[in-house]
């Protein structure tokens, strides 16, 4: 375990380290995602948490080091970058943010509810048309932008896993299948295949469980950084992300996750978690509010969450009290 | 307008009343619910706010001597009551916690999801569940129960609306589908038609907007009664209830309601609206957090949801900055 | 084995005989419908079929003296007494005569299709509004129409199987929850209640093959009994049902059977099949065209079809080339 | 009006003729099909008719010489083709035939019914897949074999028509969404472009009615080819080919034309219909039943069905008491 930037008191720490060893062995209850092939590849045992407070406290523990994608929770990052490139109101008038209770892959709802309008940003079919709608001339330009921003908030150049990337794109078929359905509704705003070239490497970014806390503490402080002290993105665009993370951030399983663990979160099939705990809420620990959390998994359970990761998160909510019920 | 219990400021206290008449007019761009005869005969300009803080503070505004029936609202409060009733594992054995995106009068997830639970306790099938799941051995000790949970936290005794709950008995029959459905999979404690006879009486209970404002201060304090300094309900069952109001609380705008005002809230066919203001949320008001809020305003759009209501409160929320994001 | 009326060739009797013998054992493939107690009691062994001509050919075999209840057989029978006490546009504004490839007791569509208009009439859904819409001001009066119009065809009094019709009563909360969301939906004719006893009294008239295959003779014949030579029903009437009965009469099996067998037949989940041979259809037989079959073989598949009976009519029809196609 | 082969009795032609123009004024209460750019060009006005009997027979009326694409038409062509190319078995491991209720292009079933398995090979998602199944290396070989095998029915050689072809592979979006849904679900023998670009091929193949007419006689005649007096395909699949048509051809009217006209029958949304008349079905006629029928009428009902078209082929039916049932 490593302690980065200021030191949070002894005690703290060594909880995380033997918390990490207590829910560790819940992975097997889980798998790595097999639908992707180079997800499967991972080591299910590995579990990893990050804490990241507004005055750089940060405490770690588990497989701080390892790598690995953003997959889902790229979908926060790209839908506040849609808002600020094409403001709230085009971006809602070709994407809902009502959570559905259907699979993050449904097509249901795209046939069965006129216009088509994808529900929500947080599954796939929302994610594809937010994607379409960011700025640039092409997948290279969005990528770019994308990985521009996340660069402001980690504070490090990220970049795209091309054998994850060239992964999903060989088997991409069911989200191909989303987006010409969208296409053919009008949800779209680039052609399919480069609005899929964005959306499949933003999944693709790689980062660390400290890289997704960073994440986690701008959205926590409504757009501000407060280590470098600059304003990201409006205080209301934060405001949207985080009631869309609690509302469809962990699958179809955003219900239970508000209901016992109340923070927001989004969820990646990689096995990967950033949560954000919104600078006001309710919290006993050794960080003030305002802080972010990454954790990283890689055994999902059916619904596409980390098994271990979500204990491990739900724990230290529950010591901490952290939750913004 | 009356000022009870402590003095607000003066210029809230008028702040409030100017904003009760700028949205009186928005009433028209809905109308009373129609499908319930008794609903329908109501004054669809009426409009009314009360909020009530922890230390007894109060501001009211509009139509606050108006009697209505709770509806849907009930739904929270059968929900709590039930979870004291039965224990937290049974409850959810019978009832999930997932948004669904779907009307609240919907059935198809009954049959397209096996095994047929539903889906949260804020759409119909899942509240007839709920109030089938209650202690008391008739419909009759089933509805003092929650006659005397709401007494203990309003202050006085509430009655059942004797009227509107005939009219409901009457023209019921989209609810006895959802119950004998529900009978039928398996989702069912006692008879249909006493779990539907407890579910629409509690629909007719009557109160006014400072009524409402109780209950969502209680909510809002994690189940303390901040007067009366009693710890009504569990702290764990209030967070949940919390948590169900935000992801499911206002029918299927529930994830807008998230999005652009940010309070657990729960609203009625009768134009009702109980939020509960969590007591460490974000607040730059006359108010300490953990406050109650009761809104009431015949006219709903097709949701729902009451037009001059919820952009009422959220114009309140948003003047106060009121949001646990 | 009986041979009635005009004995038929020798050898034919002795195939049909030797036919059900072979087919029996495959009712271990299916078991007797559990959701009805009084079905669940049945011999799962038992098969029996009749077959008779225009000028009162019959041939028989198996349990030809069994005694079982109509069921979903009763369907066709209530649908074209309806039409005849209503008329045709009467009826189809009410029940349209589409197949939905759902389950029998299917209640998505009523929601998911505006105006909820039931799919066809051989579904429960639609059934039961068909029940509601006969003549009759009591349930009695209305089974007792369809009693005598059935006795009409098949020249001796039926009755009711009380004992069947308590236990379906008692179980019918699927049943209850269909005919009120066709009430509410205002596709119901009289009281729920009424629509439903009409309805599990009409499934639980007791018959034999015989029975079963005297109805299946009027149909084939365009309404006209060969024996009594009178018209009983009128000739679109009977195109309606043979169409009805081809599209949807075997729940969602229907498509199968008709591509394989190629006979207009409604089964129930008593095990009943009735099937229409119609009066041009192309056939090598013992028999001329414009015959009727009646099959009894309780043990009934996933679908709600008899196994063994299926097997044994696809035999006979195959053997005898038996189509309208 | 032109009299081909054998000439039928004069008053005959003369009454197809009449009722042609009696027929055509109901084409305003459709327009051409939108979606498919290359056929909102054509004149909503035309209609025409071809009856083919066994004999040479021919009657014919209307806008005889005019040319259309087969769209939907062709599904029934290449299910038979695939049958004969993998054996049946093989064929409805991957495709049902079952009837769905729902729209041609609909893909919610793909998704609610697992595996997700196409219903049936009438709507697109199973002719898409019946075409991935056919033989050949490439889409180029699979069309020659599709033509080539309608040349054997029709006596002379077709073609596909480019443009119509380029206009809809444009605008395929939904199809494509299909296709990529069934590779995901593993219900697809070749890669999705291929497959997409046979399907629109055979959609684009173009023919006038009495081609049409032609394919109706060989399908009514179990696969024998009366004129030439050879047997195109088995008669087993010819009889599965005719009980998909009266189930699942005219769209989700298959239900309705099925009750109130009784022919197999398949229409496409340039206006085509075919309709098989079994050489066993009731007839009164100037032709001997085994009869085809070919019909245009470009502008279509909401359904997807020729509008004079069908009112046509119902009179024709009704007048000479054409029907299986």
């Known amino acids: 375990m490593r302690i980065h930037h200021h030191q949070v008191e002894h005690h703290d720490s060594q909880s995380?380290?033997?918390w990490v060893e207590q829910f560790r062995p819940f992975a097997k209850e889980?798998?790595?995602a097999s639908y992707i092939p180079a997800l499967a590849q991972k080591d299910p045992q590995q579990l990893a948490i990050s804490i990241i407070g507004p005055n750089s406290e940060q405490i770690v523990g588990g497989d701080v080091t390892e790598l690995f994608t953003l997959q889902s929770v790229s979908k926060v990052v790209t839908f506040i970058l849609a808002c600020m490139d094409r403001g709230l109101p085009y971006v809602l008038e070709r994407v809902d943010v009502e959570p559905t209770g259907d699979t993050f892959n449904s097509i249901i709802r795209l046939e069965s509810h006129q216009p088509g309008k994808p529900f929500n940003p947080m599954i796939n079919a929302g994610a594809i048309t937010v994607s379409s709608m960011l700025d640039g001339n092409s997948p290279q330009e969005k990528v770019a932008k994308i990985l521009l921003f996340l660069e402001q908030m980690v504070g490090k150049q990220l970049k795209v896993n091309?054998?994850?990337?060239q992964s999903e794109w060989q088997t991409a078929n069911?989200?191909?299948?989303?987006a010409y359905y969208l296409m053919d509704s009008g949800f779209l705003d680039c052609p399919v295949e480069e609005a899929l070239e964005v959306y499949l490497k933003q999944c693709a970014i790689e980062v660390n469980v400290s890289d997704l806390a960073m994440i986690g503490l701008v959205i926590a402080n409504d757009g501000y950084h407060p280590q470098r002290k600059i304003q990201l993105f409006p205080k209301q665009v934060a405001k949207l992300a985080k009631a869309l993370m609690v509302t469809c951030g962990m699958y179809n399983a955003s219900g239970k996750f508000a209901a016992?663990?109340?923070l927001p979160a989004k969820s990646g099939v990689s096995g990967a978690i950033v949560a954000a705990v919104p600078n006001h809420a309710s919290l006993e620990s050794p960080f003030p509010a305002g802080c972010g959390i990454g954790i990283y998994g890689p055994a999902i359970d059916d619904i596409g969450n980390s098994v271990a990761g979500v204990k491990l998160l739900k724990h230290v909510a529950d010591e901490w009290n952290m939750t913004i019920f």
């Open 162 to 165: 091309e054998e994850v990337f």
């Open 174 to 178: 069911r989200n191909r299948s989303l």
């Open 260 to 262: 016992f663990i109340g």
């Open 16 to 18: 995380i380290g033997q």
């Open 30 to 32: 889980g798998k790595c």
